[in-house]
Nanobody, 123 residues
Framework: QLRLVESGGGLVQPGGSLRLSCAAP????????FGWFRQAPGKEREGVSC????????NYADSVKGRFTISRDNRKNTVYLQMNSLKPEDTANYYC????????????????WGQGSQVTVSA
């Protein structure tokens, strides 16, 4: 089973920034849309952002709009999530996921997932 590889999580103070990366070795990269999801303890998984297969379309959850930026580099088979102005409520395990076709906010529509990267925002 193909697995996406995430990196870049960690501990950051409120107002700080982090950049998550998601590598997709072995995937026909430009055939896939990518989404970022997050799950905090005791809460349901939620969609954070999504980018179309050539990057021409991006979507964001209202809670992160204006603070997070999703991007991709199809030459490097990598998707990024730049997170600025982080808040304690952004604390969660962040997952990237890939699917053939268009962006979707439903996690069940995705074919491949990463292992998760913990982001903790705390003073």
């Amino acid at each position: 089973q193909l697995r996406l590889v995430e990196s870049g999580g960690g501990l950051v103070q409120p107002g700080g920034s982090l950049r998550l990366s998601c590598a997709a070795p072995g995937l026909t990269f430009d055939a896939y849309a990518f989404g970022w999801f997050r799950q905090a303890p005791g809460k349901e998984r939620e969609g954070v952002s999504c980018i179309s297969n050539w990057g021409e379309s991006t979507n964001y959850a209202d809670s992160v709009k204006g603070r997070f930026t999703i991007s991709r580099d199809n030459r490097k088979n990598t998707v990024y999530l730049q997170m600025n102005s982080l808040k304690p409520e952004d604390t969660a395990n962040y997952y990237c996921a890939a699917r053939i076709g268009r962006c979707s906010w439903s996690g069940t529509d995705y074919n491949y997932w990463g292992q998760g990267s913990q982001v903790t925002v705390s003073a």
